[in-house]
C-alpha cells in the first residue's frame, strides 16, 4: 500500500494474495527498527551533550541499576519479538501450504532454462501462464544444479533441488506480465535465467490452455509406463509381482521394516530411481532402477499418470 502510494521502484508489483501481507509484515518490521534507530541514536546524542564533561563536574557520578527500567527494556522488546515470531509464522505456513485445489504445474529447471508444463498439456520455456483469482502450485525439481524460482510480484521464491522436490504456490490478483528470476547462483548464464509469469482472466486462461496441442503429462506417463514395460508387473491380478498402482497416489504404504509413509510425489520419484530404498511390505526387492533411462520430465510424466488412476480409482460421489 505505502509502496504503491509513493511508487518506489525498490518495491514491485503486488500481484498476488500473499504480496499484501508480505509487504506488510516488512513495513512492520522496518517501522519497529527505525523507531529503535532513532530512539537509540537520539538517546545517545542527548546524553553525550547533557552529561558531557564540564569545569565543576570532573568525575561521574555511579548511579546503581533501576529494577523498573531494567524489566522495561526486557519484557518491551520480548513482547515485540513475539509478535514478529507469529506474524512471521503465520506468514510462512501461508507460503508453504497450497490449499489442496490448487492447479498444478510442473517444473524442472536446468541450465539455464525453467520448463514448465500443464496438467491439460501445455508446456513452457522461461515463461508461465497462469490464471487470476486461482491458488496455482508449481512442483519443481532441477535435471543438474540448485536453482532458485522467484516471482517478486508474487512475493514468492523457492529452491529448485536436483533429486528432489520442492514446491511454491501463489494466487495471482492482477492480469499482468511479471518477472521470473533464478535467484540461486547456478553457472556462467545464472542471470539470463530469467523468464515471464503472464497472469490472465481465468476465461483468457481457459483460451490459451485450448490452444496448446501437447499430450498431458498424465497421457504422456502413460505411454512412458508402457515403454518402460511397467506395466508387466506393476497391474492387477495374481501373476502381479509388484504393487498395483491404481490408487496409491496419497494412499499410506506399510514398508517391509514395518515403517509406513504416504506416497507422495517424492515416495513415487524415489521409487523409480531407487526401487530398492523403500520396499512395500509382501513384496520382492526385484525391480531394477530407471536412473538414466528416464529423465526428470519423464519421472513427473509417469508421477502424473499415477496420481491419474488414483482420480479414477479414488473419486468419491459428487
Ligand atoms: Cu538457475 Cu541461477
Given at each position: 500500500m505505502i509502496a504503491a502510494r509513493f511508487?518506489?521502484?525498490l518495491f514491485p508489483e503486488q500481484?498476488?494474495?500473499?504480496a499484501p501481507r508480505v509487504d506488510a509484515l516488512l513495513f512492520f518490521l522496518l517501522a519497529v527498527s527505525t523507531f529503535f534507530t532513532l530512539l537509540i541514536a537520539g538517546c545517545i546524542v542527548v546524553f553525550a551533550i547533557r552529561y558531557r564533561r564540564r569545569p565543576g563536574n570532573e568525575v561521574a557520578e555511579q548511579v546503581r541499576g533501576s529494577d523498573r527500567l531494567e524489566i522495561a527494556w526486557s519484557v518491551i522488546p520480548l513482547l515485540l519479538c513475539l509478535v514478529m515470531y507469529v506474524w512471521g509464522a503465520q506468514l510462512y505456513f501461508a507460503a508453504a501450504s497450497p490449499p489442496p485445489d490448487a492447479l498444478e504445474v510442473y517444473s524442472v529447471a536446468k541450465q539455464w532454462m525453467w520448463k514448465f508444463q500443464h496438467l491439460s498439456g501445455p508446456r513452457e520455456i522461461n515463461e508461465l501462464h497462469v490464471p487470476v483469482g486461482l491458488p496455482v502450485k508449481v512442483l519443481m525439481t532441477s535435471q543438474d544444479v540448485i536453482h532458485s524460482l522467484f516471482v517478486p510480484a508474487f512475493r514468492v521464491k523457492q529452491d529448485v533441488l536436483p533429486g528432489r522436490y520442492t514446491q511454491l504456490w501463489f494466487q495471482a490478483t492482477t492480469p499482468g506480465t511479471y518477472h521470473l528470476f533464478c535467484?540461486?547462483?547456478?553457472?556462467?548464464?545464472h542471470s539470463g535465467m530469467i523468464g515471464q509469469v503472464v497472469a490472465m482472466e481465468p476465461a483468457d486462461f481457459q483460451r490459451w490452455l485450448a490452444g496448446g496441442t501437447a499430450a498431458s503429462p498424465a497421457v504422456a506417463g502413460e505411454k512412458l509406463f508402457a515403454d518402460l514395460g511397467c506395466d508387466t508387473c506393476h497391474r492387477?491380478?495374481?501373476?502381479?509381482?509388484?504393487?498395483?498402482?491404481?490408487?496409491?497416489?496419497g494412499r499410506t504404504v506399510t514398508l517391509t521394516t514395518g515403517q509406513t509413509l504416504t506416497a507422495d510425489e517424492g515416495y513415487v520419484r524415489e521409487s523409480i530411481l531407487?526401487?530398492?530404498a523403500k520396499i512395500v511390505a509382501g513384496?520382492?526387492?526385484?525391480m531394477p532402477t530407471y536412473q538414466g533411462l528416464v529423465n526428470e520430465e519423464g519421472v513427473l510424466q509417469l508421477i502424473a499418470y499415477i496420481k491419474s488412476l488414483q482420480t479414477t480409482e479414488a473419486k468419491g460421489p459428487s
Amino acid at each position: 500500500m505505502i509502496a504503491a502510494r509513493f511508487s518506489l521502484p525498490l518495491f514491485p508489483e503486488q500481484a498476488s494474495t500473499l504480496a499484501p501481507r508480505v509487504d506488510a509484515l516488512l513495513f512492520f518490521l522496518l517501522a519497529v527498527s527505525t523507531f529503535f534507530t532513532l530512539l537509540i541514536a537520539g538517546c545517545i546524542v542527548v546524553f553525550a551533550i547533557r552529561y558531557r564533561r564540564r569545569p565543576g563536574n570532573e568525575v561521574a557520578e555511579q548511579v546503581r541499576g533501576s529494577d523498573r527500567l531494567e524489566i522495561a527494556w526486557s519484557v518491551i522488546p520480548l513482547l515485540l519479538c513475539l509478535v514478529m515470531y507469529v506474524w512471521g509464522a503465520q506468514l510462512y505456513f501461508a507460503a508453504a501450504s497450497p490449499p489442496p485445489d490448487a492447479l498444478e504445474v510442473y517444473s524442472v529447471a536446468k541450465q539455464w532454462m525453467w520448463k514448465f508444463q500443464h496438467l491439460s498439456g501445455p508446456r513452457e520455456i522461461n515463461e508461465l501462464h497462469v490464471p487470476v483469482g486461482l491458488p496455482v502450485k508449481v512442483l519443481m525439481t532441477s535435471q543438474d544444479v540448485i536453482h532458485s524460482l522467484f516471482v517478486p510480484a508474487f512475493r514468492v521464491k523457492q529452491d529448485v533441488l536436483p533429486g528432489r522436490y520442492t514446491q511454491l504456490w501463489f494466487q495471482a490478483t492482477t492480469p499482468g506480465t511479471y518477472h521470473l528470476f533464478c535467484a540461486e547462483y547456478c553457472g556462467t548464464l545464472h542471470s539470463g535465467m530469467i523468464g515471464q509469469v503472464v497472469a490472465m482472466e481465468p476465461a483468457d486462461f481457459q483460451r490459451w490452455l485450448a490452444g496448446g496441442t501437447a499430450a498431458s503429462p498424465a497421457v504422456a506417463g502413460e505411454k512412458l509406463f508402457a515403454d518402460l514395460g511397467c506395466d508387466t508387473c506393476h497391474r492387477a491380478g495374481a501373476q502381479a509381482r509388484c504393487p498395483d498402482l491404481a490408487g496409491l497416489f496419497g494412499r499410506t504404504v506399510t514398508l517391509t521394516t514395518g515403517q509406513t509413509l504416504t506416497a507422495d510425489e517424492g515416495y513415487v520419484r524415489e521409487s523409480i530411481l531407487t526401487p530398492g530404498a523403500k520396499i512395500v511390505a509382501g513384496y520382492e526387492n526385484i525391480m531394477p532402477t530407471y536412473q538414466g533411462l528416464v529423465n526428470e520430465e519423464g519421472v513427473l510424466q509417469l508421477i502424473a499418470y499415477i496420481k491419474s488412476l488414483q482420480t479414477t480409482e479414488a473419486k468419491g460421489p459428487s
